[in-house]
């Protein structure tokens, strides 16, 4: 088969991260993706995923003017016995270059890759990342959740940051001791809000994510579930006053807290569990 030679603008328009479908792709590679280096100037990207998500592979194939190839395969795995996979290749140095550019290292990876440094589509490279390595649907309870796995801390903190201006939640990230992982988790009203931005009609995605987003929306909070209020962060003025003051009691009738509260947050600041305000190090 002849090779697929790009003209001026398709070279041009490749990975433009303004571009919905591109900055999903991105993402998705991000995660999922693995450029390898080989003798001189060869090498390859490689995307390996369950074949029954194949159809994804083959968008990304639409969307590079580049040859590229598809193939399946089925081996035994720490998971099954027969994992049925299919596998996307990419080998122009052209192409991998762009994308190397962007963001996507050779090599190891997970914890290096963070957000585009330039313009991009923000809900649609994170949708990427997110049907790449993170979760949609409901709890074993039946609750809805949108959830994202990452060894990335730029990754789990743009996330944090950009469903927060979503829905208003905060989340603080932490490395899981047992893996060095980060587990981010959204539920109920927030996962359904968060998904319906992310899983817009007609979006390029996973189906079975899509379908499991869609299905969020019918959810309903039974009238006898309270609602939890968003849990107050403290400032670096708070926490001066409350070094300054050294008494949970006095301290809570000051900020508005509780003195439980003030009482645990001076414990962490003089046990150093958490970082002293700037003027106090």
């Known amino acids: 088969m002849a090779e697929r030679e790009p003209n001026a603008q398709q070279r041009a328009d490749f990975m433009d991260l303004e571009v919905p479908e591109y900055a999903y792709m991105f993402g998705f590679l991000q995660a999922d993706g693995h450029l390898a280096k080989g003798s ?55 192409a991998r270059t762009k994308i190397n550019g962007l963001g996507l290292p050779y090599g190891r990876k997970s914890r290096k890759v963070a957000p585009p440094r330039i313009e991009f589509s923000r809900r649609d490279y994170l949708r990427g990342v997110i049907d790449a390595d993170g979760s949609v649907g409901h709890t074993g309870q039946g609750f809805p959740f949108i959830s994202l796995t990452t060894a990335s801390t730029a990754i789990g903190a743009y996330l944090c940051f950009y469903a927060r201006k979503i829905t208003g939640a ?18 109920k009203e927030t996962a359904q809000e968060l998904s319906t931005h992310l899983y817009y009609p007609g979006c390029l995605s996973l189906e079975r994510k899509r379908t499991a987003a869609d299905s969020l929306a019918a959810w309903v909070r039974p009238a006898d579930m309270k609602v939890a209020p968003d849990r107050r962060r403290w400032k670096e003025w708070e926490d001066r006053v409350l070094l300054e003051l050294n008494d949970s009691a006095a301290a809570a009738k000051n ?9 645990l947050r001076l414990w962490r600041l003089r046990s150093g569990r958490v970082p002293m305000p700037a003027d106090n190090q």
């Open 40 to 94: 001189g100037q060869k090498g390859r990207l490689t995307v390996e995923i369950n074949a029954r998500d194949t159809e994804i592979l083959h968008e990304f194939q639409r969307l590079t003017p580049y040859n590229s190839s598809i193939n399946e395969r089925t081996r035994s795995t720490n998971f099954a016995e027969a994992h049925h996979s299919a596998t996307w290749t990419l080998c122009s140095l052209e």
């Open 170 to 187: 905060e989340r603080s990230i932490k490395r899981n001791t047992r893996d060095g992982i980060y587990n981010i988790l959204y539920t």
């Open 255 to 263: 900020l508005g807290r509780t003195e439980k509260s003030c009482g």
